[in-house]
Nanobody, 118 residues
Framework: VQLVESGGGLVQAGGSLRLSCAASGSIFRNYVMGWFRQAPGNQRELVATISSGGRTNYAESVEGRFTISRDNAKNTVYLQMNTLKNEDTAVYYC?????????????WGQGTQVTVSS
């Protein structure tokens, strides 16, 4: 599975950005896609996930400001980020995961930088 991200950039605090992640390759029916982020000196953390059935999960820090969605026909997941804060500055990584008999199969995108300025 290959994941190609786009949409990062520089934005002022209070502004909005939309990230996209297109998956290609051996895509199966039941999988979860999502976004994680990593700021300098911090561990990678969950931002939001969405299942193939549309169930969503958000980090408390972004609840109400970010919205994750997906287009199954295009195997693409989106992250709409509104009311951005300085602390949202990080490299954002797209994630694809699927549970198989042997465990978890997981892939990551290359990351896209989001910088929020004051």
């Amino acid at each position: 599975v290959q994941l190609v991200e786009s949409g990062g950039g520089l934005v002022q605090a209070g502004g909005s950005l939309r990230l996209s992640c297109a998956a290609s390759g051996s895509i199966f029916r039941n999988y979860v896609m999502g976004w994680f982020r990593q700021a300098p000196g911090n561990q990678r953390e969950l931002v939001a996930t969405i299942s193939s059935g549309g169930r969503t999960n958000y980090a408390e820090s972004v609840e109400g400001r970010f919205t994750i969605s997906r287009d199954n026909a295009k195997n693409t997941v989106y992250l709409q980020m509104n009311t951005l804060k300085n602390e949202d500055t990080a490299v954002y990584y797209c994630n694809y995961r699927r549970t198989v008999a042997a465990g978890l199969v997981e892939y990551w995108g290359q990351g896209t930088q989001v910088t929020v300025s004051s």
